[in-house]
């Protein structure tokens, strides 16, 4: 190998070399825990916002007791050119556990004919049990549900069994369902006609044409909102994203001081890991090296060391995150958002602080080193 090349001391020197790295990564690693998790939390409470992606629900807005559409709107819907189908349907919440507690899941209570569209239109598939009868007290509940409430078929969720518990009345799970979107099915006869879900809106899912999710979303926004409440998926989205951005601004102020923090410890080892080298590069200096050479030398393997770091950082967090999910989250329905762009940022300073502050270190002791000084050393 070279012996001026940037890798040679790294290769014969990897003890020396381990604290560094070792240290740096484990400081992405960290860093990016608080990303992974926050992250987790906010995509599972905004999960359920990807039912309107396909679907848009219309409900009344609920002022003065009503809970049914009038016939005004019902007829202005059904005239609308943006909506390919309208389903009736009362929609139900149940509860799902998260890495922050709770939060609540869908439950769509159709005509057991419109139970195929759903599925078609949502990309679930039956893979346990059958579909709710028509009139009867049964749900097909999601895949997750089940793992996350550790249920199974025959179950019952019942609020008089369960203080957690969202519904009004018992229903029986008959169906397991999977698929990207998470919502269960219940029938909306039953629904209909039981007393304990009197309360509960009589709204209708309006199915836009294809490729006309967005010009549906503006017809839907000229309704009455005095008489009507219109879920749409960029209206929940924005609505979901402000409740969240100011946890996130405050995550972010206290992680960007952990970053510093941590960056400049590790800078502060890397200074030292540098400074231990002075010999080295007064020799250089001392045999006719231009002090430039040796300054980008010396630049270049800092660089490299932190960024090799903390790519090194990320798999390992990956291979952790990755584990956690299969060995514990999974099975319980819940998954960790493991490396995406926003964990990403929350690591990003680590290499770019290291990185400014020992190559200013660097630079500042090369510049006015004198290897004069090592040249005459007697030891």
Do not use: C
């Not at 070399?17 to 860093?31: E, H, T, W």
């Amino acid at each position: 190998m070279n012996p001026l090349s940037v890798f040679t001391y790294y290769f014969r020197n990897k003890i020396k070399l381990a604290p560094v790295f070792a240290v740096l990564a484990l400081a992405v690693f960290g860093i990016s825990l608080t990303g992974v998790l926050t992250g987790s939390i906010i995509d599972a409470s905004i999960e359920k916002v990807e039912v309107y992606r396909e679907a848009a629900q219309v409900s009344p807005s609920g002022q003065k007791g009503h809970t049914t559409l009038d016939a005004v709107t019902k007829a202005e819907l059904r005239r609308d050119p943006n909506i390919y189908a309208l389903y009736p349907d009362i929609r139900l919440s149940t509860y799902l556990p998260t890495l922050a507690g709770q939060t609540s899941t869908h439950i769509y209570a159709v005509d057991d004919l419109v139970y195929p569209i759903l599925m078609e239109r949502f990309n679930l598939e039956l893979i346990a049990g059958r579909l709710p009868r028509s009139g009867a007290a049964e749900l097909a509940l999601h895949d997750v549900v089940i793992k996350g409430r550790d249920l199974e078929l025959g179950d019952v969720l019942d609020p008089k069994n369960d203080s957690q518990e969202f519904l009004a009345g018992k229903l029986e799970v008959v169906g397991i369902l999977r698929g990207p979107t998470v919502i269960s099915l219940a029938s909306l006869d039953y629904i209909a006609r039981r007393s304990e879900f009197r309360n509960y809106a009589r709204s209708l899912l309006a199915f836009p044409q294809p490729q006309g999710q967005a010009a549906l979303e503006n017809s839907l926004r000229a309704l009455d909102q005095q008489i009507v409440r219109v879920f749409t998926y960029s209206a929940e989205m924005e609505r979901y994203s402000r409740d969240w951005a100011s946890l996130d601004a405050i995550v972010w102020a206290i992680n960007s001081v952990v970053v510093v923090v941590l960056s400049l410890l590790v800078g502060l080892l890397n200074m030292i890991y540098f400074l231990d080298r002075m010999n080295e590069f007064g020799l250089l200096l001392g045999i006719g090296y231009p002090r430039a050479f040796v300054i980008r030398r010396a630049l270049v393997e800092s660089l490299a060391l932190t960024l090799v770091a903390w790519v090194f950082g990320l798999v390992i967090s990956q291979l952790i995150y990755s584990m956690l999910n299969a060995a514990y989250f999974e099975p319980r329905g819940m998954l960790l958002s493991a490396l995406n762009w926003r964990t990403i940022q929350f690591t990003l300073p680590i290499p770019i602080i290291v990185g400014i502050f020992a190559a200013s270190t660097v630079i500042w002791q090369l510049r006015k080193f004198d290897p004069i000084t090592i040249i005459e050393r007697r030891d």
